[in-house]
């Protein structure tokens, strides 16, 4: 069993800034990508952010130059710092990991339970 439990989330106001975490517990060998995502009322879930294994990033374009994400792999933990927040940023962010279990195990996509931001002035 793998968790990922998320940290951070809040109300900010416009031009502000958070720093959301995502821990990942339980049963894990190695953890490929990890990822941030959103999810609006009423849209779809949308990917805002990645980072490999090997620290390669990327970004949603919507987010580029604003949010900074990373990981520290010896805590199997991710982040994603956001800076000059906009009301359109508001959102349930959601963490996500392809983890494997064990040495021959497959990789399989990981959630967390999601964050709530909500940028407001």
């Known amino acids: 069993q793998v968790q990922l439990v998320e940290s951070g989330g809040g109300l900010v106001q416009p031009g502000g800034s958070l720093k959301l975490s995502c821990a990942a517990s339980?049963?894990?060998?190695?953890?490929?990508?990890m990822a941030w995502y959103r999810q609006a009322p009423g849209k779809q879930r949308d990917l805002v952010a990645f980072?490999?294994?090997?620290?390669?990033?990327n970004y949603a374009n919507s987010v580029k130059g604003r949010f900074t994400i990373s990981r520290d792999n010896a805590k199997n933990t991710v982040y994603l710092q956001m800076s000059s927040l906009k009301l359109e940023d508001t959102a349930v962010y959601y963490c996500n990991a392809e983890v494997k279990r064990y040495y021959n195990d497959n990789y399989s996509d990981c959630w967390g339970q999601g964050t709530q931001v909500t940028v407001s002035s």
């Open positions: 339980g049963s894990i060998f190695s953890i490929n990508t």
């Open positions: 980072v490999t294994s090997g620290g390669i990033t």
